[in-house]
Nanobody, 133 residues
Framework: QVQLMESGGGLVQPGGSLRLSCAVS????????YGWFRQAPGKEREALGY????????AYADSVKGRFTISTDSAENMVYLQMNSLKAEDAAIYYC??????????????????????????WGQGTRVTVSS
């Protein structure tokens, strides 16, 4: 049984930090890529970033670049999202996902379609992050 389980959400003040965890079971960590998404009330699900379990390649959305960092721990089968300098607009339910996002060649550049929810096969249940004073 494949299972992803997020934890670590909660209340944090603006400017604060929080680390979300995603426990992965039922799949080999290094055979998948891991995405983090979030969804706030009334808004579309937003891709935040991803990391390859094979080579640690990563990418981030502009909205979180420089503030959020994804990491993996193969020994513990864990994926993390470190969130720093949190803003009120970061409040949302956060989800981790596992899949094999497709690659395509655009000109001479390889592009991975990591930001599309449909590229991921497995999803966690979500953990809520509240940013408030």
């Amino acid at each position: 049984q494949v299972q992803l389980m997020e934890s670590g959400g909660g209340l944090v003040q603006p400017g604060g930090s929080l680390r979300l965890s995603c426990a992965v079971s039922g799949i080999a960590l290094n055979e998948y890529a891991y995405g983090w998404f979030r969804q706030a009330p009334g808004k579309e699900r937003e891709a935040l970033g991803y990391m390859s379990g094979a080579d640690s390649s990563s990418a981030y959305a502009d909205s979180v670049k420089g503030r959020f960092t994804i990491s993996t721990d193969s020994a513990e089968n864990m994926v993390y999202l470190q969130m720093n300098s949190l803003k009120a607009e970061d409040a949302a339910i956060y989800y981790c996902a596992a899949g094999t996002p497709r690659w395509s060649l655009v000109g001479s550049q390889l592009v991975r379609h990591w930001d599309q929810a449909r590229e991921y096969d497995y999803w966690g249940q979500g953990t809520r992050v509240t940013v408030s004073s």
